[in-house]
């Protein structure tokens, strides 16, 4: 079992950065496939990042070049460095793990979301 804590999120202005963390509890970490998703209001929830256990790294097209996924499994936290903000990143950001399933299919575990806001 893992229990999932997101932080980080808020309001900034167009052009601004904000980092978001998930803590991980529970045993592990680092045997967990990692991802970032986000729901806009009206909106289905959508891949943003994920990084596996082994290191790989995969971004959803609209937040390549902007955003940068990392880990720490010292600390069991999981980052997501989020800079050029746009009014269209608003949304409830979500962490999320799973043992098996990768990138867009990871479902095991979520955190209860951050909301980040982006002001034009």
């Known amino acids: 079992q893992v229990q999932l804590v997101e932080s980080g999120g808020g309001l900034v202005q167009a052009g601004g950065s904000l980092r978001l963390s998930c803590v991980a509890s529970?045993?592990?970490?680092?045997?967990?496939?990692m991802g970032w998703f986000r729901q806009a209001p009206g909106k289905e929830r959508e891949f943003v990042a994920t990084?596996?256990?082994?290191?790989?790294?995969y971004y959803a097209e609209s937040v390549k070049g902007r955003f940068t996924i990392s880990r720490d499994n010292r600390k069991n936290t999981m980052y997501l460095q989020m800079n050029s903000l746009k009014p269209e990143d608003t949304a409830v950001y979500y962490c999320?793990?799973?043992?098996?399933?990768?990138?867009?299919?990871?479902?095991?575990?979520w955190g209860q979301g951050t909301q980040v806001t982006v002001s034009s």
């Open positions: 990084m596996g256990r082994s290191g790989s790294i």
């Open positions: 529970g045993r592990s970490f680092s045997t967990y496939n």
């Open positions: 999320a793990a799973d043992l098996y399933r990768t990138a867009h299919a990871i479902d095991d575990y």
